[in-house]
């Protein structure tokens, strides 16, 4: 018990470890998961009172109050609806303990402390991170012109020139389904397996 007051005193608690995938069945973050849907770890970093969690769909923030405490709030980051910002690394100095990941997810600020022998580790983790955001980006840009289009497309027609109530209702229908398809799965990337396969060395 003293062991852990004096590691919240001295702001030890506060630094992380980076998680073995052998180990990613004994975290707290895993019984969180959408195992059902085929959500995976792909990279976790533990500290006395957070834990990290990157899958392929979200960032699970398993939300400590302190290293005393047993009292842990979840917290998850899609993807595919939080954009990923500002990601950064500031390495550590020469007495310094620790390098910082730095990072936004949708507009939430983080800044994660590391033991420096991790730096490796950490710099697959801010290549994957950057390489989700300019894909969030894009996508981003792609769903704004879908929808410039579809104003475009409206433009042309003019709902008087329908044969019938049918026709105004399957042409509707046709659109939303374009839409919807553009919106939601052409251009929204929820997945990112293969970003963290590609930079995540096992």
């Known amino acids: 018990m003293f062991k852990k007051l004096a590691s919240e005193a001295l702001g030890l608690s506060d630094i992380g470890s980076i998680i073995e995938p052998k180990d990613f069945g004994k975290v707290d973050a895993d019984d969180y998961l959408f195992h059902e849907d085929g959500e995976k770890i792909f990279f976790l970093i533990k500290s006395k009172k957070d834990e990290y969690c ?3 769909l979200a960032l699970i923030h398993v939300d400590g109050d302190s290293a005393v405490s ?3 709030s979840i917290k998850r980051y899609e993807y595919a609806s939080q954009q990923i910002a500002g990601v950064q690394i ?15 997810i949708g507009g939430v600020v983080f800044s994660i402390d590391v033991r420096k022998n991790f730096i490796e580790q950490l710099k697959d983790i801010y290549k994957a991170l ?3 955001s300019k894909r969030q980006y894009t996508d981003a840009v792609c769903r704004e012109n879908a929808i410039r289009a579809l104003d475009a497309t409206a433009s042309m027609y003019k709902i008087t020139s329908a044969s019938s109530g049918e026709a ?35």
């Open 54 to 56: 990157f899958t392929n």
């Open 70 to 72: 047993s009292k842990r």
């Open 90 to 104: 500031e390495t550590a100095g020469t007495i310094d303990m620790d390098i910082e990941l730095k990072f936004s």
């Open 130 to 132: 950057i390489t989700i």
């Open 168 to 202: 105004v209702t399957a042409q509707y229908n046709e659109l939303l389904k374009g839409v919807n398809q553009a919106m939601l799965v052409s251009y929204m990337k929820r997945d990112f397996s293969d970003v963290f396969a590609k930079y995540i060395q096992a």
